[in-house]
């Protein structure tokens, strides 16, 4: 391909204007889309592509020639893959097209891990054990997790320098980090006359393409002797050969090297010994008192245990899947000898973060499987076709696939662990009470916990509905619940009376006992914490579990997120259901966005105006809801009733706000994002998002799918200041998509999946070096792997090593 980076360009905005138009396979002046992809797709890369990718970007060429015949949430996924990959290609090729014009500086062996003598190395040795390090450093270095000699080895490093660049003087470009070897032509070491404190270290060095001139400061009065600094000059007499690293800068003299080190050689073919220069140097997270400096002497120091490490990981598949050594890994994440070492450790040690996470949930799912439910469900069908007859409209196919998935759960000897994933008015309540129902048929009862009293309600009312045309009992258990209604559902649990509860946290509360509980639904499970959902699987006998969400997760973190439960996905909505028209707007067109809540209102529809915090924040500068509630209130919609809904309302005052809302009450609703999931008011028609820019993309998604829930057209206005590219590049991406999963799939290449679902509660791990956006094929990989090990051995006896690292892994987390 002679002009790859332009080819990238053509495809990616063919990719963007498939997006745009709803991945309909637009028809270009020449070439259908896919067509076009296809076309692209089947010319050559250039030769110093690596084969891998050379494959891979001829399979998307097979791909996209059966693209009309995908469905849409196949075109959706493919067109992910496809600008993830693009992606990946473009940055190896631009780091390629720099690295021809550096050749790298001769440095010497900062540890030679052969020639260690066989010293007893100690792993759990404390810090404080060490020579050279005190007690105010130790105190430093505990704050940021580093108490041990392990801790320093696997502290990995949050970005680089990339001194291990050598130029000639002429080569150097402004922005880039480099070394150079040259000879002194002139030096000068004088005190400003500006500042008495400051002195300044003048050098002009040249090779054999130009020259440079470079100036290093020093503070304080100690550097301004006359003496000292005559000492510092007689190492810099002309023609001394030097090695100098920094960042190139423009300044009044032209470029320049800033931040520089220094090192006098020999001759030209002298090899660097200051771990300074030359080097591909390492940058970590620091605390106040300490510095870069000080984490890499110790770590140097110290790198030589890394000697001690067996490597858990069999040599068979190490050697089959190019994985590195895990003590080559470790000391070419901290100190790497080359750009290709870096790229090979941090391969082995992302897969080492994703493999103990699949190892670990393969083990626990494959566990769970071997042991026998002693809930034996033999459901007699009459409730669930009841209610089938009780519809009045026709379930989706997605919807009948995902019931028969539970319902054969359910007949299985097995307990159930299942998530159920859906998009907002997916229909998931529904294909939950076939679930309750089936469990319920079977003399079981069912437990139904949501994270808020708003959520908790609407599942409770929506239930009741239902129960009430097939005479079956449901109870609603909150913190707002009076005590004497709380005993008469502890005693109607206790007895079987009451086959199904709805609440909130107060479900796990000490005096709830159920006498034969047979299935919990969880939903929004990401908002409990692992030891509330175990308390509640606690009430019961092995009780089968579905797990809800209307938080679309991306398959890539459903993986890592989920790797012990079984998924269903429901990815169509109902027939019928209109596009929210959606449309990002400046701060100063919000004008149009008001006057369409005022035309709305006037026809009897009702609106949303949301913001991100409840007060004034000087470091935000975000507008609080209570002031602008009394702004709307009196200048801008006087005529209409406005209610106000935050987090600091109790739920009583929550639910009365909400109530007189539905009741239309009011005709506008100002509210923090408490309204962002359970709030289900069909005449709602708009949805006002002010400083929509410091929202995630999933977190939008979930507020602009409180309206669009009837017949009627449905608005939503993404208001923001900020004009930056990426900003309304991110915003962009919910006027061109309805869709949760694609727009949470680019949530998470934007944000991380910690922001989109708080990992915290979940149980999932920092990743230290680890991306779900990026490292996909890490992922599987390494799924892939504990697949094959869980297979063989699930108890992991004949993986002692693998089976300590899970179990210490498992520990710390």
């Not at 005096?511 to 908002?527: A, M, S, T």
């Not at 390494?782 to 108890?795: G, M, T, Y």
Request: proline share 3%.
């Amino acid at each position: 391909m002679t002009s790859e980076n332009s080819y990238w360009v053509r495809l990616d905005k063919a990719l963007s204007i498939e997006i745009e138009r709803g991945f309909i396979n637009i028809q270009g002046e020449q070439y259908q889309f896919s067509e076009y992809l296809r076309l692209s797709f089947s010319q050559s890369l250039s030769d110093k592509t690596p084969n891998s990718k050379k494959q891979r970007w001829l399979q998307f060429a097979e791909r996209y020639a059966s693209y009309s015949n995908l469905t849409l949430p196949q075109r959706k996924q493919l067109i992910i893959e496809t600008r993830q990959f693009l992606h990946k290609l473009r940055q190896d090729f631009e780091i390629s097209v720099k690295r021809s014009d550096y050749r790298q500086p001769k440095t010497s062996t900062l540890i030679n891990i052969e020639s260690i003598l066989s010293d007893e190395l100690n792993l759990e040795q404390y810090l404080h054990a060490l020579q050279g390090i005190g007690p105010r450093k130790i105190e430093l270095l505990e704050k940021i997790g580093l108490e041990t000699i392990r801790d320093l080895l696997f502290y990995y490093p949050r970005d680089y320098i990339n001194y291990a660049r050598q130029v000639t003087i002429s080569n150097i470009k402004e922005g880039e980090t480099v070394t150079i070897i040259g000879r002194v032509k002139r030096c000068n070491f004088f005190t400003s006359s500006k500042n008495k404190k400051l002195s300044i270290l003048e050098l002009v060095v040249q090779d054999h393409t130009g020259e440079i001139k470079l100036n290093r400061f020093f503070s304080g009065n100690r550097f301004t002797n006359k003496g000292w600094q005559e000492k510092q000059k007689r190492q810099y007499i002309r023609s001394t050969v030097i090695a100098v690293s920094g960042l190139v800068k423009q300044n009044r003299y032209g470029l320049t090297l800033d931040n520089l080190e220094i090192e006098v050689l020999d001759d030209f073919n002298s090899s660097i010994e200051s771990w300074n220069i030359g080097r591909i140097l390492p940058v970590y997270s620091l605390t106040e008192g300490i510095d870069n400096n000080l984490i890499r002497k110790i770590i140097i120091s110290n790198l030589k245990s890394a000697k001690t490490i067996l490597d858990p990981l069999p040599i068979l598949l190490k050697s089959k899947y190019d994985l590195i050594d895990l003590k080559d890994a470790l000391i070419n994440i901290h100190f790497p000898t080359s750009l290709d070492f870096l790229e090979r450790a941090r391969r082995r040690l992302i897969f080492d973060e994703f493999f103990y996470l699949q190892l670990g949930f393969l083990k626990r799912r494959q566990e769970r499987k071997v042991l026998k439910t002693i809930n034996s469900f033999t459901p007699n069908r009459y409730l669930t076709h009841q209610f089938n007859k009780l519809l009045p409209f026709e379930l989706t196919k997605s919807q009948r696939r995902v019931i028969n998935e539970i319902i054969k759960d359910l007949d299985s000897l097995q307990s159930m662990n299942r998530l159920l994933q859906g998009d907002v008015g997916s229909g998931k309540t529904i294909v939950a009470i076939f679930a309750i129902l089936t469990t319920l048929e079977s003399g079981y009862q069912v437990a139904l916990m949501a994270p808020t009293e708003v959520l908790a309600e609407q599942h409770y009312n929506k239930i009741v509905l239902y129960f009430n045309q097939l005479y079956l009992s449901v109870e609603l258990l909150t913190g707002s619940t009076k005590k004497s209604k709380r005993n008469e559902i502890y005693r109607q649990l206790l007895t079987g009376e009451l086959p199904l509860l709805v609440g909130t946290h107060a479900l796990i509360q000490e005096p709830i006992k159920f006498k034969k509980l047979g299935l919990v639904i969880i939903d929004e499970q990401h908002r409990f914490g692992v030891e509330q959902r175990t308390r509640l699987l606690n009430k019961g006998k092995s009780p089968h579990v579905l797990s809800m969400t209307a938080t679309p997760i991306p398959r890539t973190l459903a993986l890592t997120l989920h790797g012990d439960l079984d998924i269903s996905q429901i990815d169509e909505l109902p027939p019928g259901r209109k596009a929210i028209e959606t449309k990002v707007l400046i701060g100063n067109q919000k004008q149009k966005a008001y006057e369409l809540i005022n035309q709305e209102v006037i026809q009897g529809r009702q609106a949303y105006i949301v913001f991100p915090m409840i007060e004034e924040s000087e470091k935000l500068d975000i507008k609080a809801a209570i002031e602008e509630h009394k702004k709307l209130s009196k200048e801008i919609f006087p005529s209409f009733s406005i209610g106000l809904l935050h987090g600091r309302l109790n739920a009583l005052e929550k639910n009365k706000v909400l109530n007189d809302f539905r009741d239309n009450k009011y005709q506008i609703m100002v509210s923090t994002t408490v309204i962002e999931v359970g709030v289900d008011i069909p005449n709602a028609t708009v949805m006002l998002i002010e400083n929509a820019e410091r929202f995630g993309l999933s977190q939008l998604h979930q507020l602009r799918g409180r309206v669009g829930r009837s017949s009627f057209s449905s608005y939503c206005f993404l208001i923001t200041s900020t004009k930056t590219p990426n900003t309304l590049e991110k915003l962009n991406v919910l006027e061109q998509s309805q869709d949760g999963f694609f727009i949470s799939e680019m949530d998470l290449k934007l944000r991380g999946p910690g922001t989109i679902l708080g990992t915290r509660q979940s149980g999932l791990p920092d990743f230290a070096l680890a991306s779900l956006a990026d490292n996909k094929e890490i992922l599987e990989l390494s799924k892939l792997i504990a697949e094959k090990i869980i297979s063989s051995d699930i108890k992991l006896n004949s993986f002692p090593l693998l089976k300590r690292e899970l179990q210490y892994r498992s520990m710390r987390l």
